[in-house]
Antibody
Framework: QVQLQESGSGLVKPSETLSLTCAVS??????????WTWIRQPPGRGLEWIAY???????SYNPSLRSRLSISIDRPKNQFSLKVTSVTAADTAVYYC???????????????WGRGTLVTVSS | QSALTQPASVSGSLGQSITMSCTGT?????????VSWYQQHPAKAPKLIIF???NRPSGVSSRFSGSKSGNTASLTISGLQAEDEAHYYC??????????FGGGTELTVL
């Protein structure tokens, strides 16, 4: 059974760096045909795609957040991580990690999600 | 990139059918077939119910169906059940090489 589990900083001070990790079980992050993705949801609001990383280490970022983002993959630990620098209250959200399936002529949908972790930015 | 436009709420009676819309532009919904729909119950992670405009993942009820016309995608739920009450989000890839979501529609089952 494939599972994703987020962990990381629950409370971050403004201007500091938010760090999250997604532990993957049941499938190798080195497997082809997937991207490993972060999506967030501010309280009471909609979803926002943040970034993805491929098994090759290639990355893609939301242009509106790119300057503050870093996503990476750790194959030995079978996990991937996200860092967001210079956070503000607007970064307060539930952060989800998810798996995107990449097929021939088919992608940009997320078939597996973690339970999500709430990150609050506050002094 | 602006979010896709979804009605804030829709409602329907048990057993009835409802359709909710997701309106984008010629740079996202109108350009790609990479339109997906997610169901989200309170305090739960989203669940994929439709991908590539019309496809249902294994295990998702056939009561859920998707379609697209021009810049608008639609999700239809037939035979409404109490457990369908949730928020629904659409998403689409865009020519700006990013993914955008709609603001979400709250479905109430009467």
């Amino acid at each position: 059974q494939v599972q994703l589990q987020e962990s990381g900083s629950g409370l971050v001070k403004p201007s500091e760096t938010l760090s999250l990790t997604c532990a993957v079980s049941g499938v190798s992050v080195s497997s082809g045909g997937f991207s490993w993705t972060w999506i967030r949801q501010p309280p009471g609001r909609g979803l926002e795609w943040i970034a993805y990383v491929l098994n090759s280490g290639s990355t893609s970022y939301n242009p509106s957040l790119r300057s503050r983002l870093s996503i990476s993959i750790d194959r030995p630990k079978n996990q991937f991580s996200l860092k967001v620098t210079s956070v503000t209250a607007a970064d307060t959200a539930v952060y989800y990690c998810a798996r995107e399936v990449i097929g021939l002529g088919s992608r940009w949908y997320f078939d597996l999600w973690g339970r999500g972790t709430l990150v609050t930015v506050s002094s | 990139q602006s979010a896709l436009t979804q009605p804030a709420s829709v409602s329907g009676s048990l057993g009835q059918s409802i359709t909710m819309s997701c309106t984008g532009t010629s740079s996202d919904v109108g350009y790609y077939t990479y339109v997906s729909w997610y169901q989200q119950h309170p305090a739960k992670a989203p669940k994929l119910i439709i991908f590539d405009v019309t496809n249902r993942p294994s295990g998702v009820s056939s009561r859920f169906s998707g379609s697209k016309s021009g810049n608008t995608a639609s999700l239809t739920i037939s035979g409404l059940q109490a457990e369908d009450e949730a928020h629904y989000y659409c998403s689409s890839y865009t020519t700006s090489r990013t993914l955008v979501f709609g603001g979400g529609t709250e479905l109430t089952v009467l």
